[in-house]
């Protein structure tokens, strides 16, 4: 059993409740859609063909998962048979003279048709157009009738047709193409098994390009005027391909890997087997390439997903995080293969972050649980971000040789198979012998993570360091689970240095396991620094309270990247001059990028002249991310003085889309301020919108930066106006929805274009794209006024995707506490209250007159 620590913020909304995979009827052997699909009047027709194996003689009956979809007629053996169709679930009924035993296998035919569905199948109106999937979590329902959950397993194929010059990708290997008139026909067929999430189709005029890995095809598939960034996007590949064929132990087990870039995806990519499909977006032009990681973290992530996820598939949702968690991890791990372990560490350190921002701003929850409402809920930072934290800490508790040998005996054992948490537990404990079920309790089984409050003194009486650990997360409770107490083994680092300057680092292995140790550590000399967790491999928070040459000697020579950045954040909450003086020499002298951006973040917080100084000369640092942060940092001072810095970026630019957007932006910061001579905000709203006339580039960034900085300048009714027009349909997709984010930061409950600003995020609210649907709702969250309860409670009424109905459900509690609970807000949630009771009841009514309209209309055959 386990037990979530209650944090402020609890995961379980109300209406959540435990989900469990259904009965299984019998095995789905093969899955066959023939399709047909009109992309411009956004309709598809055909066949889907079951192959089940029943698990016993007595099934009479089969429900399968179907949502929105017209079904014309019902055959099992070629036989017509009787079925009811409620809209969401289509039963058949199976006639006894079938003679059904565990030997045979049933042929299921569904014909059946969708126009214009909701999920599952996306038109996107381009040009030419496009069509593409998406059956993560429970969507392939939308698009086909199945059971729709991730423990079935089977093989597939999909014959598609479509009007020339479209191409359709699909799963596995390609059979056949041929023309039929005005229509070409791709027919694809996987020979390995996998669930119907992994289900995937693709539609569009692509440019093709080829690349192979052992013989295998490996393709790319990119909008024909994004040809010239595919290569430089994609082109890695097969080098990752290989890599993680040899980490994992098992070679790309698939016929072929195809890469699809389409617009308008609701994800940054999907895993779909052998066919990963991409978001356009994450396609690089030249000037991009040299500052944007993020896709080549995207296409590593999507590839592991091959192993973890395909290959290896999640029984149930609630164990998502194996292969989401890995999935991330193996962003570290290619950065550690292809650029070095410093570069993976600091990558670490964003996604422990990442986490760290939800589990203090949402909630917090175990990483494994099967309660909630709807299954795309878990796919958060707790999934991806921690279960990649948890991985590098088995990492670390089993050291390389066994971690590899565990994991790579978890892949070969559950090839082609489903697996649990459990079975993870017993591959590692099969191949290393170790248990590791107490670090499992402790981390993925209920939420959290140890505070640990570390304080260093030196005894030079008695030549003993101090050390006292404090777990501050500590709550009330008779048991270390009650209680939130961690248990763990922290390595120590006692740093030395030598009159040349060699560095060496004593480890001493600490047990923590209550809420206080103070440790006394006998040393032959005072150490120079003293490294708490050196290597920074345990998931945790720590503050640090030491001397200031001890962190000064740690900022300068821990080997490891992190205790430089952890000794960097721990000066700075000193802020003094001396301080400054340090930070600023580190950020001319660090050799690692990382360090210096988060050296220049910290300057930021020391508002002294000396620190702007320092920044200044980081503005000429060669990474474009020192550049970006120091900017960020300058813009904080909100000074002339800062405006006179960020001026020449702004108007001139710079080599990076990020340093010029953070310019932009940072000049409207500095504005709004209205420091004194200048700027002067009408001229800075100048030079904003001629940066929003004529700055168009990559995904918008820089016209990005430009609007953000448009919306500080609030007071001016021109500039809110200038945001408003952003948000218009015509302007494209990346920049509108900016815009739409950034009515949020311009609408406080007092501003006195607060109206306009509200009835234009009510008008937004209708537009169906999830994009735009999660911006307006980004925008509301922000802004403390009652009316924009009752936006919020129809964007959650209207919308189909589980993950903004919980970002509406949080936006309202926010917003209601942010209110308060006087007779206004009293007045307007029993208005409310009445308006969701009479919706109810109009639902309910329209419901019950389409299902009676339905079963009159049913298509049934008697058996």
């Excluded at 109106?125 to 698009?143: I, L």
């Excluded at 020449?648 to 953070?662: C, L, N, Q, T």
Aim: hydrophobic fraction near 40%; glycine fraction near 6%.
């Amino acid at each position: 059993m386990s037990l979530d620590i209650p944090s402020a913020k609890s995961f379980f909304l109300r209406g959540a409740r435990p989900h469990y995979n259904p009965d299984r009827p019998g095995r789905v052997e093969h899955i066959f859609l023939d399709l047909t699909l009109d992309l411009e009047a956004q309709t598809c027709w055909g066949q889907c063909h079951i192959h089940l194996r029943p698990l016993h003689t007595q099934l009479r009956h089969l429900r399968l998962n179907a949502v929105g979809q017209q079904i014309k007629g019902v055959t099992v053996q070629h036989q017509p048979q009787t079925f009811y169709y409620d809209g969401e679930f289509l039963d058949i009924s199976l006639n006894e003279h079938l003679g059904i035993t565990p030997d045979q296998v049933l042929l299921i035919t569904i014909d059946y048709c969708l126009e214009k569905p909701q999920r599952g199948l996306y038109f996107v109106p381009t040009h030419p157009p496009q069509a593409w999937t998406q059956g993560e979590d429970e969507d392939s329902r939308y698009w086909f009738p199945c059971l729709d959950y991730p423990g079935q397993l089977a093989t597939s194929e999909i014959r598609a047709r479509v009007r020339q010059p479209l191409q359709a990708i699909s799963n596995g290997e390609l059979r056949a193409c041929y023309n039929e008139g005005e229509w070409q026909v791709f027919h694809w067929y996987q020979p390995q098994v996998h669930p119907t999430y992994l289900m995937t189709l693709a539609v569009g005029d692509f440019a093709v390009f080829d690349d192979q890995w052992q013989g295998k095809p490996v393709t790319y598939y990119v909008p024909k005027e994004r040809a010239a960034d595919a290569r430089r996007t994609l082109g890695k590949t097969p080098k990752m391909i290989d890599f993680f064929s040899r980490i994992y132990g098992y070679p790309y087990p698939y016929p072929k890997y195809a890469q699809v870039c389409v617009a308008d995806f609701i994800f940054g990519g999907m895993e779909n087997t052998s066919t990963t499909l991409l978001t356009d977006r994450c396609l690089l032009d030249e000037r991009a390439a040299a500052e944007d990681f993020r896709s080549e973290s995207l296409v590593a992530h999507e590839l592991a997903h091959q192993w973890f996820g395909d290959l290896v598939v999640i029984k149930h949702w609630s164990h998502a995080w194996i292969k989401e968690g890995m999935a991330s991890y193996a962003e570290v791990l290619w950065f550690e293969e292809e650029y070095g372990p410093d570069f993976a560490a600091y990558y670490r350190l964003g996604e422990l972050r990442n986490y760290l921002s939800e589990d203090s701003d949402r909630y917090r929850r175990p990483m494994v649980t099967h309660v909630y409402r709807d299954a795309i809920e878990l796919y958060d930072r707790h999934l991806y971000e921690k279960g990649a934290c948890v991985y590098h800490m088995i990492r670390q508790e089993l050291g390389e040789e066994l971690f590899w040998k565990a994991i790579q005996t978890f892949v070969q054992t559950y090839a082609h198979q489903t697996v649990e948490t459990v079975d993870l537990l017993r591959a590692i404990e099969t191949a290393t012998g170790r248990n590791l079920l107490p670090l499992f309790d402790q981390y993925v089984f209920r939420g959290g993570h140890p505070d640990f409050h570390v304080s260093y003194r030196w005894e030079a009486a008695d030549q003993l360091a101090v050390l006292t650990v404090k777990q501050q997360q500590v709550t009330e409770g008779l048991t270390p689970l009650e209680r939130n107490l961690f248990d763990l083994r922290i390595p120590v680092g006692i740093g030395s240095v030598d009159e040349q300057g060699q560095v060496s680092v004593k480890m001493i292995p600490l047990r923590i396991h209550e809420p206080e140790h103070t440790f006394y550590l006998p040393l032959p000399q005072q150490p120079s620094f003293v490294s708490f967790d050196a290597g920074n491999h345990t998931l945790k928070t720590v503050t640090l309270e030491y001397p200031l040459p001890e962190l000064k000697a740690q900022l300068q020579h821990d080997p490891d990247v992190l205790g430089r950045i952890q000794a960097a954040i721990a000066l700075g909450k000193k802020g003094n001059l001396e301080v400054v003086q340090t930070l600023a020499e580190a950020l001319q002298r660090q050799p690692f990028w990382g360090v210096r951006r988060e050296i220049a973040k910290v300057l930021g917080t020391i508002q002294l002249d000396q620190s702007l100084e320092a920044l200044k000369l980081a503005l000429a640092d060669d990474h474009p991310h020192v550049r970006a942060a120091a900017v960020e940092a300058i813009a904080g001072f909100k000074s002339a003085k800062a405006y006179e810095l960020l001026k020449p970026i702004a108007k001139h630019g710079d080599p990076s889309y990020g340093v010029e957007a953070a310019a932009l932006k940072g000049i409207g910061v500095i504005a709004a301020a209205k420091p004194q001579p200048k700027p002067k905000p009408e001229k800075v709203l100048k030079r904003l919108r001629k940066a929003l006339e004529t700055r168009q580039g990559w995904n918008e960034v820089v016209r990005c930066g430009a609007i953000a900085g448009v919306g500080q300048l609030k007071e001016m009714p021109e500039a809110v106006n200038l945001v408003l027009d952003y948000t218009a349909t015509s302007v494209p997709q990346p920049l509108r929805l900016a815009a739409i984010r950034t009515l949020g930061t311009i609408g406080d409950r007092h501003h006195p274009q607060l109206q306009q600003i509200l009835e234009r995020l009510e008008q937004l609210s209708h537009e169906r794209f999830f994009f735009t649907q999660m911006a307006v709702v980004q925008a509301l969250n922000q802004i403390d006024h009652p009316r924009v309860l009752n936006i919020l409670q129809q964007v959650g009424d209207r919308t189909t995707d589980g993950r903004i109905k919980r970002f509406v459900d949080e936006s309202i509690a926010k917003v209601q506490k942010a209110i308060g609970s006087d007779d206004r807000l009293k007045s307007l949630e029993t208005t409310l209250s009445e308006l969701q009771k009479e919706n109810q009841t109009l639902k309910s009514r329209l419901e019950e007159l389409e299902a009676r309209t339905k079963a009159t209309n049913q298509e049934s055959v008697p058996s």
